[in-house]
């Protein structure tokens, strides 16, 4: 029976105020099975156990119409009493041993886990399906015991993996803020491969409460969340990365005329450019937007995201000057860009150099999802680290700048495009030789001046500049990447080779002028970014 079910779309109910309001619980659940929700659990904390049974009977009867397996929130007693196909027990519930004794072995027990070790113990009990959350923070439940994220769960599924037989036939779904804004990602991110010879674990389904629950058309949110999670994302992958570094000239003419083109967009969309910023750079990344020709907005203040989330940019999260408050407002507002589809470009600056940094990029990503993420090598290699990646490379990161490196070429592409496949995103990694990859396309791009690495804030500005051009061009996250850094670095090149260009100091200021002026000069078609590009 449990392994047989359809776990995809798991309903878990909910009968507050706040989220079912004045509605007849009864009805909405028909109304969700009508949409497709494949497994119904009745979750109610506050009923009397007449009410509950009661309750339970009815949503028992409407889910055998659809042939849809019905399961009680804790209540051993009332799922006997319904005789419904079994029961979800929380960590502070009966146990699985007990529960499994009064129900027998057809029943389907399933058990909330948030970390391996509540995994462990669930699966040596013989648990049916695992609840894995909390994903993301969610109104529904407050007193979750952790936010776990996209990388807390792969690290339970991993573990899962490493069981091998003891653990095959154990199902699992994730709970906590999946809504249809981010289910994609979310079946996506964890379906990725851990590498390409593992056949991992993935989640069997998502369950979900307040997108189905409190919807207004609780029909039209189940069909409408089933359609998403059958269908194909447009960021998946299906096929191994491809190098292409060293391209054909046809190729490589394309590139530079959707580069141009991404230009043009930007001037004429003038996208915002949202800084998280550190304090540092507040000031010259706000006059590199500008002189791109994106509309800067430098504000660190979580709570004002959902607004301009819904102003058509992106958004910057750069961890430069972390702090405990800093980490609480870049996770308000990647929720907030999340939940509009704006995309964020990350930045770990100096991630890896402390145990702090290393912290706050695991929470970061544990936050939701960053379309695009830059560093250098150091930085993406903690990246890379952070997100389950085990490299041969332990070395500590000494400082926010970038030594010299310690991988070849193929080295960096391979990394690169490896977590770019593995977040469903874009990542590029700076160097003397900077590498982009969406996990199926890979580019070596070789631009830029050593004076770029004599000034600060030119990694920081960067990712200024890759905002804009991502909220202008989002058709390709890659070519609006690949377009971003030909701007960036080719501009750099003509500022040193001006004549009143002494050092870093005269650089910068001629920097902020040539960004302006190629841009310029591209946008309206005057120059192509091609012409110098090596
Ligand atoms: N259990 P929504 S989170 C019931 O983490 C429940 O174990 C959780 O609600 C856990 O889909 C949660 O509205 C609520 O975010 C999920
Ligand atoms: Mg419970």
Redesign the pocket.
């Known amino acids: 029976m449990a392994s047989q079910t359809d776990y995809s779309l798991y309903l878990?109910t909910?009968s507050t105020d706040a989220?079912l309001g004045s509605r007849d619980l009864v009805e909405v659940v028909e109304q969700a099975l009508q949409g497709g929700v494949t497994i119904v659990q009745y979750?109610d904390k506050t009923s009397d156990t007449g009410a509950l049974i009661s309750t339970a009977k009815k949503l028992y009867e409407k889910c055998k119409q659809h042939d849809v397996p019905l399961l009680i929130?804790d209540r051993v007693d009332v799922a006997l009493a319904v005789g419904c196909e079994g029961v979800h027990l929380?960590q502070d519930d009966m146990n699985v041993v007990e529960a499994r004794r009064l129900l027998g072995d057809e029943k389907i027990i399933g058990a909330?886990v948030?970390s391996i070790e509540e995994a462990r113990i669930a699966i040596e009990r013989g648990a049916d399906y695992l609840?894995?959350?909390?994903?993301?923070a969610?109104?529904?439940?407050k007193n979750?015991?952790e936010i776990i994220g996209v990388n807390g769960i792969r690290r339970i599924l991993s573990y899962l993996d490493d069981l091998g037989e003891k653990s095959k036939d154990v199902k699992t779904v994730c709970?906590?803020?999946?809504?249809a804004s981010n289910v994609q990602r979310v079946i996506h991110q964890l379906y990725a491969p851990r590498s390409p010879s593992l056949k991992s674990k993935t989640i069997d389904g998502v369950?979900?409460?307040?997108?189905?629950?409190?919807a207004k058309d609780p029909k039209e949110a189940s069909s409408n969340l089933q359609r998403l999670i059958k269908s194909t994302p447009p960021f998946s992958q299906s096929s191994d990365p491809v190098f292409w570094l060293e391209k054909n000239e046809d190729e490589i003419f394309a590139l530079i005329k959707t580069a141009d083109k991404a230009t043009a967009a930007v001037h004429s969309k003038s996208p915002l450019s949202h800084n998280m910023t550190n304090l540092v750079v507040q000031n010259f990344a706000a006059n590199v937007a500008l002189a791109v020709g994106a509309s800067p907005i430098m504000a660190n203040y979580g709570e004002e995201a959902a607004d301009l989330s819904r102003l058509g940019g992106a958004l910057v999260v750069n961890m430069g000057t972390v702090t405990p408050e800093g980490l609480l407002n870049y996770k308000k507002a990647i929720t907030a860009y999340n939940a509009a589809g704006g995309p964020i470009v990350l930045d770990p600056v100096g991630a890896g150099a402390t145990s702090v940094r290393h912290d706050a990029l695991s929470q970061l990503l544990g936050a939701g999802y960053f379309d695009l993420i830059k560093g250098n090598e150091r930085e993406i290699m903690a990246v890379a680290r952070a997100s389950g990646f085990t490299l041969d490379d332990s070395s500590q990161q000494r400082g926010v700048d970038s030594g010299d490196s310690l991988f070849s070429l193929e080295q960096r592409a391979y990394f690169v495009s490896r977590i770019a496949l593995r977040e469903r995103n874009v990542v590029l990694m700076t160097g003397a030789t900077d590498v982009v990859s969406d996990g199926v396309r890979t580019y070596a791009i070789s631009n830029g001046h050593a004076y770029l690495g004599k000034i600060t804030g030119s990694g920081c500005t960067l990712g200024t500049t890759l905002s804009a051009y991502l909220a202008a061009w989002p058709q390709d996250k890659l070519h609006a990447a690949v377009a971003a850094v030909s701007h960036y670095e080719i501009a750099a090149e003509y500022a040193a080779k001006r004549e009143d260009v002494k050092g870093p100091g005269t650089f910068v200021s001629a920097f902020i002028d040539e960004l302006f002026i190629r841009g310029g000069l591209v946008s309206e078609g005057k120059e192509s970014w091609g012409k110098d590009a090596k």
């Open positions: 878990v909910d989220i979750r929130n929380g909330t948030s609840g894995i959350g909390t994903l993301y969610t109104q529904t439940k979750t015991k709970i906590g803020g999946v809504n369950a979900i409460v307040s997108a189905i629950v409190g």
